[in-house]
């Protein structure tokens, strides 16, 4: 089945959706206005849903009028920006400072929204699909909250999938794999604590700045010396903020970092060399060490049944010649785990890249390719004509 010619010929009402929610990017937890136009469309719809899920997310429910079947599916879309200043001088550019979408939440929002449209004027599956609107995916763990607000009490569901624009991916193409597709991410804190002074006495100093770089050197034998090759790892310091001026040793340095890892063990054994280096090493030089690690996103892993069934719904959208069915994890983070840690899905990625395409989400030139609209939101549909036939 190739795209929906229905899909394609709203194809310019979705891009006009797609924009205006690109003109009014709104960051974790905040997404009022999102909310609002979201819920607009589902009422002009006749769509149910509830709102206020983890303050302003938003769970409408579909049912199809073929049999009698109890079997619920979700379909997820995450909804906020980043706090990025847009610098991009487009009509449709954002009207919020400091907020954009970078990472093409606008998009995903409106390939729900197209989805919802569609399967309400054609109910003909058996069964129901909620379909998952969803604050702060970027770092503020939305669909954990959700789950914490209740999700999947009031809206059970035997299988949920999500679905992400990716730019490194060719448009007219999906990418997705079984097991692990995007890593865990942890924050690392690290606060080394010496006795500051005159830099021309240093001797009379703990030299916190000299105690830091031995430690920060020494992290990176982690994934190196550490855990087993064969293993996936990624231990990246980020911050290193010391001192006021250029005769003064400071008090402390402090430290900040990411740990990216996809199993469970690897990511215990970081963690517990991550204490052992930071605290011995400042124990050598008398200095004392502050640990903080930060829990973050669990691994997002797709179950194998779900993978196969997402790789082949979008087989029948594209042809199976443009769908890598077991493509190389992301080292990036996903929201979405916390929802397949409790539900058996998948994750798949919908490629965007053509010429004007090919900027990196999150970065400040990024935008949603609006020609992929009629692709994403066709998988969608078709996912749910499959799951409940």
Request: some cysteine; charged content about 20%.
């Amino acid at each position: 089945m190739p795209v929906l010619n229905s899909i394609t010929e709203i194809s310019k009402d979705m891009t006009e959706w797609r924009r205006h929610l690109h003109s009014i990017p709104e960051l974790c937890f905040k997404e009022y206005k999102t909310s609002e136009f979201i819920s607009s469309k589902l009422k002009e719809w006749g769509i149910k849903h509830e709102t206020k899920i983890a303050k302003t997310g938003i769970v409408a429910q579909i049912k199809g009028n073929k049999g009698n079947s109890n079997k619920v599916i979700g379909l997820r879309a995450d909804m906020d920006a980043l706090p990025i200043q847009e610098p991009n001088e487009f009509d449709y550019k954002s009207i919020h400072e400091g907020a954009s979408h970078k990472c093409g939440h606008d998009g995903h929002t409106t390939l729900l929204l197209g989805a919802a449209k569609y399967l309400s004027e054609n109910p003909d599956f058996d069964g129901t699909v909620n379909l998952i609107f969803q604050p702060a995916e970027e770092g503020g763990g939305g669909a954990n909250e959700m789950i914490k607000d209740g999700l999947l009490d009031k809206f059970p569901m035997s299988q949920v999938f999500g679905m992400h624009n990716w730019p490194d991916v060719p448009k007219g193409k999906f990418s997705i794999c079984p097991g692990p597709i995007m890593a865990a991410v942890d924050t690392i804190q690290l606060n080394i604590i010496g006795r500051g002074g005159h830099a021309a006495m240093p001797h009379q100093t703990i030299d916190p700045i000299i105690i830091a770089t031995q430690i920060v050197n020494s992290l990176q034998t982690i994934p190196s010396r550490t855990i087993d090759p064969i293993d996936t790892i990624v231990l990246s310091i980020t911050q290193f903020h010391a001192g006021t001026t250029h005769n003064i040793i400071p008090d402390n340095v402090f430290i900040e970092g990411t740990l990216r890892t996809f199993s469970t063990n690897v990511r215990k054994q970081a963690i517990t060399r991550i204490e052992e280096i930071t605290n011995n090493i400042s124990k050598s030089f008398n200095a004392k060490a502050e640990i903080n690690i930060l829990d973050g996103y669990p691994a997002t892993v797709n179950a194998d049944k779900e993978s196969n069934i997402a790789a082949d719904t979008a087989s029948e959208i594209v042809g199976k010649e443009n769908v890598e069915y077991n493509m190389r994890p992301i080292m990036g983070s996903e929201d979405f785990s916390f929802m397949l840690n409790n539900v058996p899905g998948a994750f798949i990625f919908v490629g965007q890249g053509d010429d004007q395409h090919k900027v990196p989400c999150h970065h400040s030139q990024y935008d949603f390719n609006d020609d992929i609209l009629p692709i994403g939101t066709s998988y969608w549909i078709k996912l749910v004509q499959n799951l409940l036939r």
